[in-house]
């Protein structure tokens, strides 16, 4: 069972930038790949990106897209979202999961981590 842990939120200014984490242990075959999700207050939970860990091949929300940037440290089992031009509507708990292929839902992901909070102010 993969155990996931998310860190590196906290409170920006619009425009600004975070870059979070997410350190894998226990990976196995059904985790191949690895997907950012966000959950707003009284919204449910919504696809970010997601990356392959073999190779890096990635896939982005249209709402994040040329802003946010996945990427992975395979020596580190480590993911990392870098989050630029970010927006008070990114404002959201960001977690981390891995599943076994490209998905987009969350319900094909497991592994959830605690999550770490964003907040972005106008």
């Known amino acids: 069972q993969v155990h996931l842990v998310e860190s590196g939120g906290g409170l920006v200014q619009a425009g600004g930038s975070l870059r979070l984490s997410c350190a894998a242990s226990g990976r196995s075959s059904s985790s191949y790949f690895m997907g950012w999700f966000r959950q707003a207050s009284g919204k449910e939970r919504e696809f970010v990106a997601a990356i392959r860990w073999s190779g890096g091949s990635t896939l982005y929300a249209n709402s994040v897209k040329g802003r946010f940037t996945i990427s992975r440290d395979t020596g580190k089992n480590t993911v990392y979202l870098q989050m630029n031009s970010l927006k008070p509507e990114d404002t959201a708990v960001y977690y981390c999961?891995?599943?076994?292929?490209?998905?987009?839902?969350?319900?094909?992901?497991?592994?959830w981590g605690q999550g770490t909070q964003v907040t972005v102010s106008s």
């Open positions: 999961a891995a599943a076994n292929n490209m998905y987009t839902i969350a319900t094909m992901y497991a592994g």
